[in-house]
């Protein structure tokens, strides 16, 4: 079935780093990948929808120079949160939709983020 | 305002018995339903879905029930198995394809040997 890939599954870091998150379609390419995250005991959150060769589209209240997306290729997006914070740790999570098709959404394992 | 509710935020059920998870929806212009499951620290694993047009969908031992008039859709489980234990969360979508899925809180499922 279909794959995305997610990495780093975990990252610590300190606060004012900067953390570059990537989402990968293994087996299917991809122009349009979501980005989610997740809180304690709370639902997924969309955060942006990231378009192949164009800039993505940001939630209300998401900054998006806060939280940089780049989807370069069929296969790839990433998400960069710059300057991290501690409100920002979290668990982030990508998703992928299959081009040319009805299959569902498959995600990545997600990406928990702790920063110090 | 939560679009996609999921009001029992926990459930425990016997091995072997029957397992149902509910989810109620506000947004009339939903016409894509889906559960995913998840583990702790893994991403949500689609489960099974069900289109407005129908209103039961059903793969092995899971069955999702759609009740467009009332919107409310659940997922049955039968019989439920301790592997089975896991957070499940509804979601929803306009229309499917490339729109992103509007998510409940989860339900965390226990199935007790």
């Known amino acids: 079935g279909a794959v995305v890939s997610q990495h780093p599954s975990w990252v610590i870091c300190k606060s004012g780093t900067s953390v570059k998150i990537e989402c990968r379609s293994l087996?299917?390419?991809?122009?349009?990948m979501f980005w989610y995250r997740q809180f304690p005991k709370q639902s997924l959150m969309l955060m942006a929808t990231s378009n192949e060769g164009s800039k993505a589209t940001y939630e209300q209240g998401v900054e998006k120079d806060k939280f940089l997306i780049n989807h370069a290729s069929l296969t790839l997006s990433t998400l960069t949160v710059t300057s991290a914070h501690p409100e920002d740790s979290s668990f982030y999570i990508c998703?992928?939709?299959?081009?040319?098709?009805?299959?569902?959404?498959?995600f990545g394992d997600g990406t928990r983020l702790s920063i110090l | 305002d939560q679009q996609v509710k999921q009001n029992s935020p926990s459930l425990s059920v016997q091995e072997g018995r029957i397992s149902i998870l509910n989810c109620d929806y506000t947004n009339s212009m939903f016409d894509y339903f889906l559960w995913y499951k998840k583990y702790p620290a893994e991403g949500p694993t689609f489960l099974i879905s069900?289109?407005?047009?129908?209103d039961k969908n059903e793969d092995g031992r899971f069955t999702v029930f759609l009740n467009k008039s009332a919107k409310h859709l659940s997922l049955h489980i039968v019989p439920s198995q301790p592997g089975d234990s896991a957070v499940y969360f509804c979601?929803?979508?306009?229309?499917?394809?490339?729109?992103?899925?509007?998510f409940g809180k989860g339900t965390r499922l226990s199935v007790i040997a």
């Open positions: 069900i289109s407005s047009i129908k």
């Open positions: 087996d299917f390419q991809a122009t349009t």
């Open positions: 979601a929803a979508s306009v229309p499917l394809g490339n729109t992103p899925l509007v």
């Open positions: 998703s992928a939709v299959p081009v040319f098709s009805n299959q569902p959404q498959h």
